[in-house]
């Protein structure tokens, strides 16, 4: 069973992480999403939107059974794929979406802030991974720095301390907190302004 839900409705590409309980990334999943990104390129639908299924996460990060060479260097060079993908999406005027809830840390932050936009729930907690451990480079090399500045992405590498939704909106890094009570309504409303606006 796949571990990435892909579903096309009214425009709108849902590409949704299924790995309980915190939707920890592995090299399968991250073949899947890379798989649908490339897809998508060559027949872009309106909006994409990245989300995790359950309560407790977005993606909590990366699963890493295999710590060897050849496993690692696979893992980088989907993720690379994953950034190229996201990256000419958006070169395309396709608007890319992370819908975020409870836990993003180390890769899950990451691949969030390779999005476009984030919309997150008010629990939401984002860990940027240390310097030695990002998968996804561009997004703490050219994203980040381009979102919050380049002497606060400095400062928020360093540091590497979880980051609340209101601290994350304040930097810039989050674009919309979500209640919990009407999360699923009020995203819906939002998505469905950004494919008028498209």
């Known amino acids: 069973m ?17 790995r309980h ?3 920890m990334l592995t090299a399968a ?3 899947q999403l890379s798989a649908a990104l490339l897809k998508a390129r060559n027949k872009p639908p309106r909006l994409i939107v990245l989300t995790g299924m359950g309560e407790e996460a977005f993606s909590a990060g990366l699963d890493l059974p295999d710590d060897s060479i050849a496993h690692n260097q696979t893992l980088l060079d989907t993720a690379h794929t994953i950034e190229l993908s996201l990256e000419a999406l958006q ?14 840390w ?8 390779l999005c476009g936009t984030i919309f997150a729930r008010e629990d ?5 991974p240390s310097r030695g451990h990002s998968l996804f480079p561009r997004a703490l090399t050219e994203v980040l720095p381009a979102l919050v500045g380049k002497a606060e992405a400095e400062h928020l590498l360093e540091r590497s301390e979880p980051l609340n939704a209101a ?6 890094l989050v674009h919309q907190i979500l209640t919990p009570r009407r999360f699923l309504q009020d ?12």
Do not use: F
Request: glycine share 8%; net charge negative.
């Open 187 to 198: 995203a819906e409303e939002l998505l469905t302004m950004l494919i008028s606006v498209a």
């Open 2 to 18: 796949s571990d990435i839900h892909v579903r096309q409705r009214n425009g709108i590409l849902w590409l949704i992480l299924d």
């Open 21 to 23: 309980p915190r939707n």
């Open 106 to 113: 180390g890769a899950g932050c990451e691949l969030a802030i």
């Open 124 to 128: 939401t907690t984002l860990l940027l």
């Open 29 to 31: 999943m991250l073949e």
């Open 91 to 104: 070169a395309q005027g396709i608007p890319t979406v992370a819908l975020i809830k409870g836990a993003s």
């Open 167 to 172: 601290d994350a909106m304040q930097l810039g």
